[in-house]
């Protein structure tokens, strides 16, 4: 019986030391089964992370060669360092940038200009092992390009049909401009009977359009058009929380300082002069028949495609861009670095006139613009613009060969 209940004993204690240790190897994998999986997560965690520092990377990279593009086509460093923010702070949306600890840039001897951009992407899950960002920093370098012509005098980059119409009466006459049309559209353009483009080169990129009669020079059809030479090279300002001028007036004699100038309008036909510098027009600005518009020395800015200067008939304008600062040889430009706004294209109406004076850039990619009874007009430019109606005009052009951002029309490639 002792034996018996002396063996009972000994095997209690035998199960009770299995059990045990049992539940210490469960336990251990358990423990071990967690590490695992907390190092899982952080490999896949660290692999997530920096395949979206990598991703960031590329913006900041593509953001800061579109910084030296319009960096190196305005001169001093001041201007320079200027139009490079306003560049990568358009294409690279990141709130607050502290440009004065992060961008570094260098004008070099050969006149290109070299940028470095650091910054730190912040981490989602290596921050569990104390890494709550990413270094990051790229380099770029740029240098203007000058061509023995000048580019073209107007570019209509819309390609969804009839994306150039010439009525009846219109006359566009130039010995040095050309006219790129980028449409493949059927048609492409079409042109009405009375009509007379007489120009250095018309020519289309696609093959079909109509010609119901008219006066076309120099036309070439599949033809190679030049791009957009102000994509991303212009310098957008910051839009100011408070307007300059807002409502309407009724002097017969109005100045303007530079500004936000928010749903302005003139009653009457008054001499309204801007005073020269950077004019943001948001909302319409409507100029009645009959006014007289001086702006020498002036950049007019559309922060939206619904913004606009909108000249009613029988006005004389006088518009030269500024021939010094950030927005040198730039009379007239949209905002473009904002995807949502350039998903709509908008009309812009030049209308009739008495005569004008025009000289400079006008950028308007979004637009459709309609000339229409347009008379004595003698423009020195380089125009960009969606769509563009001819109606009875007669227009003499002639090529902007202005010094600063309108070197973009000879060229600015990367170096580096």
């Not at 008495?354 to 007009?377: A, K, Q």
Request: hydrophobic share 40%; proline share 4%; with cysteine.
């Amino acid at each position: 019986m002792k034996a018996f209940i002396s063996g009972r004993r000994i095997r209690g204690k035998d199960n009770s030391v299995s059990a045990c240790l049992a539940r210490d190897e469960e336990g251990a994998f358990l423990i071990a089964a967690a590490v695992g999986m907390f190092v899982l997560l952080i490999a896949v965690g660290t692999a997530i992370d920096f395949a979206l520092a990598l991703n960031e990377r590329a913006k900041m990279q593509q953001a800061l060669d579109a910084a030296v593009l319009a960096a190196v086509q305005v001169s001093g460093i001041e201007n320079q360092r200027e139009a490079a923010e306003h560049i990568f702070q358009a294409n690279f949306d990141a709130g607050g940038i502290d440009f004065d600890s992060n961008l570094t840039l260098t004008a070099n001897a050969d006149k290109s200009v070299t940028a470095i951009m650091r910054f730190h992407s912040e981490t989602a899950f290596v921050g569990l092992i104390g890494i709550d960002s990413v270094p990051l920093s790229v380099k770029a370098s740029a240098i203007a390009v000058a061509t023995s012509t000048p580019g073209p005098c107007i570019i209509a980059l819309g390609s969804t049909g009839q994306d150039v119409l010439i009525n009846s009466g219109a006359s566009v006459t130039s010995t040095g401009c050309s006219f790129h049309v980028h449409s493949t559209a059927n048609p492409a353009f079409i042109m009405n009977s009375g009509s007379t483009i007489a120009l250095a080169d018309f020519c289309v990129k696609g093959t079909n359009y109509i010609k119901n009669g008219g006066t076309l020079n120099n036309m070439h059809t599949g033809c190679s058009v030049q791009a957009d030479p102000y994509a991303g090279a212009l310098p957008e300002p910051t839009v100011p929380a408070t307007c300059t001028t807002s409502g309407y007036f009724n002097d017969s004699a109005v100045t303007l300082e530079p500004g936000l100038h928010c749903g302005t309008g003139f009653n009457g036909s008054p001499t309204i002069t801007f005073k020269p510098g950077l004019h943001i027009i948001k909302g319409t600005m409507i100029i009645n028949s009959g006014a007289t518009v001086i702006a020498n020395g002036v950049t007019f800015y559309f922060p939206d495609v619904w913004s606009e200067l909108r000249a009613n008939g029988a006005l004389k304008f006088t518009g030269i861009a500024p021939t010094t600062g950030t927005y040198k040889g730039i009379l007239m430009f949209e905002k473009t670095s904002d995807p949502s706004n350039n998903a709509y294209k908008s009309q812009y109406i030049f209308n009739g006139s008495n005569g004008e004076t025009l000289e400079g850039i006008i950028h308007l990619p979004n637009r459709n613009v309609t000339y229409n009874s347009t008379t004595n007009v003698t423009a020195k430019i380089s125009l960009v613009v969606n769509q563009m109606i001819l109606n009875s005009s007669n227009w003499k052009v002639e090529p902007y060969t202005g010094a600063g951002v309108s070197s973009a029309a000879k060229g600015a490639r990367l170096t580096e």
